[in-house]
């Protein structure tokens, strides 16, 4: 017995501030993506459709974008300081990382070089445990 189906994941990609088309007023937008996912057996495999949205956070109105209007936008977003941006928030469904963090790089050669520790320690001071 095969188990498929379909998984949605919702990601916030950015705030923007964009003149709302439906209230007129400058507000805050915010940027999401939207995935759909093939799940086989309860694992997502591959996207099958992927869709960009804004809504804005004054009326709630919600705005479909083609991708690249979002790329567009997440540009945007990026050079202006918007704080507490960030991409992969708010994914509930998250099923173990695929992505194991501290990779390769990390710590790599050069840290603890020559020239720490040089002179002008003579010997361990105040160390009650030394005989
Ligand atoms: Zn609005």
């Given at each position: 017995?095969?188990?498929?189906?379909?998984?949605?994941?919702l990601?916030?990609?950015?705030?923007?501030?964009?003149?709302?088309?439906?209230?007129?007023?400058?507000?805050?937008?915010?940027?999401?993506?939207?995935?759909?996912?093939?799940?086989l057996?309860?694992?997502?495999?591959?996207?099958?459709?992927t869709?960009?949205?804004?809504?804005c956070?004054?009326c709630g109105?919600e705005?479909q974008?083609?991708?690249?209007?979002?790329e567009?936008?997440?540009?945007?977003?990026?050079?202006?300081?918007?704080?507490?941006?960030?991409?992969q928030q708010?994914?509930p469904?998250a099923q173990?990382?695929?992505?194991?963090?501290g990779?390769?790089g990390?710590?790599?050669?050069g840290?603890?070089?020559?020239?720490?520790?040089?002179?002008g320690?003579?010997?361990?001071?105040?160390?009650?445990?030394q005989?």
């Amino acid at each position: 017995m095969i188990i498929f189906g379909t998984k949605g994941y919702l990601y916030q990609l950015a705030i923007v501030t964009l003149v709302c088309g439906r209230c007129g007023n400058p507000a805050a937008h915010t940027l999401r993506k939207r995935v759909t996912k093939f799940t086989l057996f309860f694992v997502p495999l591959f996207p099958v459709s992927t869709k960009y949205g804004t809504q804005c956070t004054f009326c709630g109105a919600e705005s479909q974008l083609s991708g690249d209007q979002a790329e567009q936008l997440q540009a945007q977003a990026a050079t202006a300081p918007a704080p507490g941006h960030g991409p992969q928030q708010a994914n509930p469904f998250a099923q173990g990382n695929p992505f194991p963090q501290g990779g390769p790089g990390q710590g790599g050669p050069g840290q603890g070089g020559p020239g720490q520790g040089g002179p002008g320690q003579p010997g361990a001071s105040g160390n009650p445990y030394q005989r």
